[in-house]
């Protein structure tokens, strides 16, 4: 069944009642609504339920179109609560009044095409085992206590709630505009639901603190916090650490993708006490050690399929402390995308054992701890002269120097061009010149560097720089 209904107690109703039955709940990124089409092409469900506007979508598109069953969703309050009772009420009869479904372990459970970092959106086929063993490792580094109440800002975190019995309160914001949250109102909302851990994005968080900080005000019931998504700074930690007091020692950073969540963690006393300082000096973004339920390589970064040759792993392995493109593994490692064999040949390598090995995309290096520190993602590495200049690096340099509150690295035209966004009251030709003292200051450097009023950010996080739009920009 193709699924387009927000986040929301409708959607969780609903995905239960799918997965009694048996069913495979299929999403398309409200950001990727142009690729409707394809998802529906590809996959072929039965059935679509949407809100009335997705109902509206859903006319653009032929493949769409044909699906037999179309059901709508109504948003109105008055029917969300009638329809959710109706729902629970089946559910509580138990099963002789609604059976439940005998399904293989590696049976589709969801299907989600999401926006992507590069690339045409892919249909990651989310398996009954992926999601068991998903669940599984993010339990373990939850560290869910009796009596929590979570609120979860991304989807798959109310999922595993439902599954691990843990509560879970909806936060009232745009999704669309995740960014644009409005602090106060989820303030209450933790307040008035006695909510005792908090997850999210930074541009999710960030509002939330800093506005907390700024009205002096403390969530004394939060005992834990997850920050992921997007890269974390670590001004935002720091924050955190001062409006959640009681959830100091529980505030970490998640490091995952849709294929592979979580993957590496790292808690904020050890970014803001030790990697942040490193960050600044143009390191890269430590994300911490792989968690136990992953196995971590870093390999010769490339474009196009990977294989073993005769020497097995050793001809792709970087040496230590040089950056490698970052492939995992585990149980909990989305094994393939759903009917797109060429998408699984160029995101996939199955190693001499059968284990099969995600390529995050993303370009790390590793410490003597065992940590990842992240430099950017493959294929936005910028050369410069006669070395290569990964994004992370400079942008976390630059960040460093006051007044600059974003950065973005980009080639354009064989130049490597940094753009600022700075903060109010802080001049252009000041911040130009400093960024380029600091840069060099650490053996970095670019072509040009340029102040603009906004760097482009995924829609999704509102966190990461898009940089292809960044460079058609500055083109």
Sequence with gaps: MLVMVPMSRPLYTLLVALMKLGACAVFVDPWAVSQLGRAADLVRPKAFVGVPLAH???????????????????????????????????????????????????????ITFTTGSTGAPKG??????????????????????????????????????????????????NFMRIAEVDPATIVQEVRDWQVTTIGGSPAYLLPIARWCV????????VRGVVAGGAPVPPRLLALLQRCC???????????????????????????????????????GNCVGAPVPDVEVKLVHARTGPLALGPGGWTDLEVAPGEVGEVLVTGDHVQRDYYRNPEAVRSNKLTGPDGRVWHRMGDLAWRDARDRLWLVG?????????????????????????????LAGLVEVRGEAVLALVLEAGFA????????????????????????????????????????????????
Excluded at 383 to 402: D, F, H, K, M
Excluded at 436 to 452: K, P, S, T, W
Excluded at 455 to 468: C, F, G, S, Y
């Design 377 to 405: 993602r493959n294929n936005d590495a910028v050369p410069w002269r006669g070395r290569t200049l990964y994004p992370i690096q400079v942008e976390g340099r630059a960040l460093s120097v006051e007044g600059v509150r």
């Design 124 to 173: 990651a086929n989310r398996t009954q085992r992926f999601l068991n063993a998903q669940g599984v490792a993010l339990d373990h580094h939850l560290r869910r206590v009796e009596g929590d109440v979570d609120m979860p800002a991304l989807p798959i975190f109310v999922l595993n709630n439902l599954g691990a019995g843990v509560p879970s309160v909806l936060p009232l914001v």
């Design 214 to 221: 700024e009205q002096g005000v403390t969530l004394d019931r």
């Design 56 to 110: 509206l979508l859903r006319l653009r598109d032929a493949p769409v179109r044909r699906i037999p069953l179309k059901l709508v969703a109504l948003s109105t309050a008055p029917w969300q609560r009638l329809l959710g009772r109706r729902l629970e009420d089946l559910l509580r009869r138990g099963p002789t009044a609604f059976p439940t479904a005998t399904c293989g372990l590696d049976d589709p459970a969801l």
């Design 245 to 283: 007091p009681n959830a100091r020692g529980n505030i970490e950073v998640l490091y995952g993708s849709t294929e592979a969540e979580p993957v590496a963690r790292i808690e904020a006393d050890e970014v803001l006490g030790e990697t942040a300082a490193e960050t600044e000096r143009g390191r």
């Design 428 to 475: 252009a030709e000041v911040a130009r010149a400093r960024v380029l003292a600091a840069l060099d200051e650490v053996g970095l450097g670019v072509d040009r560097v340029v102040v603009v009023d906004a760097i482009p950010l995924d829609p999704r996080h509102n966190a990461k720089v898009e940089r292809a739009a960044l460079r058609a920009r500055l083109a």
